[in-house]
């Protein structure tokens, strides 16, 4: 029977994931310690918790599992949190679940599994990996459940990872995973989705970028489109792209962060309309179902997670950038965001909005 590690987050998806696993192959858990003992959450809907080790831990006691807990706090911290940091400090929006998957995760989950002797490695993601014989690859592809899919933030994937990646949460639904660790006696069953970035449980990206990762943040300016003062802002790292709240400028008509200036500390503001864009470009592309992009590709698009898809048609640039040309004008694509490509279920590729 072959060995696969199982990444067991002590959320209730990678706990089922173990289970339904057993009936196939001889499972280990492997829980990845992402914080210093000092930076731990400790609580809040947030994966990574200081709690979940010990749930992790709990669930692989109950299904009869070894369990390993591998230190990964100085990957993370470099790999996650100072991309985050700098990606806010350069005016962008960043993802770090995606740069956790691609830098920390699924690398290290490997080379911890090769170390150990673990042909296989496997976590609770809903999306499905498959072998397309015409084309000599591993595709990438949505989950069942549409409403738990989440091939957009594994896009940044690579054929080895995938050829050695189980995800067997991909053909069930949410409520089916539920269910069976409710059957099993679970101790996760009843436990929440984690919803927040783990590092930013409250949300206050701001006070954590200042405070945490020491990024200055100075009052600036607010202008309009033609470069009239209309008033202040409080750093422009705690403005994105479609924000609407917390301007603090009074306009006959709603105003919107269109665009921000690092070098000049101001934040752009405008009318709705000006937030629309039919074309875009973007950086760092990684190809799953074709092996590099040399002519357009019709697709589908998503610039954030969970979001309207939009037909587009993508065109090679010579510096490695693709062009991303909408067939409609899409609202608020935001840079540092991953743009995601699709043709029906199949994951083509993506990378980062610039």
């Known amino acids: 029977m072959e060995q696969v590690l199982v990444g067991m987050s ?7 994931a173990a289970l339904i696993l057993m009936e196939r192959y001889q499972v280990s858990g492997g829980t990845m310690k992402l914080f210093d003992s000092g930076d731990i959450v400790t609580a809040g809907k947030t994966c990574c918790a200081i709690t979940d080790v010990e749930d992790a831990r709990r669930v692989c006691h109950r299904l009869g599992l070894d369990h390993h807990v591998f230190n990964f706090t100085g990957e993370f911290y470099k790999e996650v ?10 005016g962008e929006t960043p993802n770090p679940c995606i740069d956790c998957n691609r830098f920390v ?3 290290g989950l ?8 673990f042909p296989y490695v496997a976590t609770g993601h809903y999306a499905q990996i498959r072998w397309d014989a015409p084309t000599g690859r591993w595709q990438l592809r949505r989950a069942v459940d549409a ?6 933030v594994l896009y940044t ?27 099993e006696g679970l101790v996760t069953a009843d436990k929440p989705d984690s919803q ?9 990206y701001g006070t954590f970028l200042t405070e945490k990762m020491g990024i200055t943040t100075n009052p600036g300016d607010i202008l309009d489109k033609v470069g009239q003062v209309l008033g202040k802002h409080t750093g422009a790292v705690r403005y994105t792209i479609g924000q609407r709240r917390g301007l603090g400028v009074a306009a006959p008509t709603p105003l919107y962060v269109i665009g921000k200036d690092m070098a000049q500390n101001t934040v752009i503001v405008g ?32 610039t954030r997670y969970r979001d309207r898809e939009e037909t587009a048609t993508l065109h090679p640039c010579p510096d490695g950038q693709v062009e991303v040309r909408l067939e409609t004008p899409k609202r608020a694509v935001t840079p540092g965001q991953a743009a995601v490509f699709y043709q029906g279920d199949v994951v083509v590729g993506g990378g980062v909005i610039c």
């Open 157 to 183: 994937m690579t054929q080895e990872e995938l050829g050695r990646t189980l995800l067997p949460l991909g053909e069930r639904t949410k409520a089916d995973i539920r269910a069976m660790a409710e059957a």
């Open 271 to 302: 009318e709705q309309a000006d937030l629309m864009r039919d074309r875009f470009y973007v950086r760092d592309a990684n190809w799953i179902s074709i092996p590099a992009l040399t002519t357009p590709c019709t697709v589908t698009v998503m």
């Open 196 to 204: 927040d970035i783990c590092f930013v449980p409250d949300g206050d």
């Open 105 to 107: 995760k699924f690398p």
């Open 147 to 152: 409403g738990k899919d989440q091939s957009y």
């Open 81 to 90: 949190m100072e991309r985050f940091a700098a990606s806010y400090a350069s």
């Open 10 to 16: 002590g959320g209730v998806d990678s706990s089922v």
């Open 110 to 117: 490997l080379r911890r599994g090769t170390q150990l002797g």
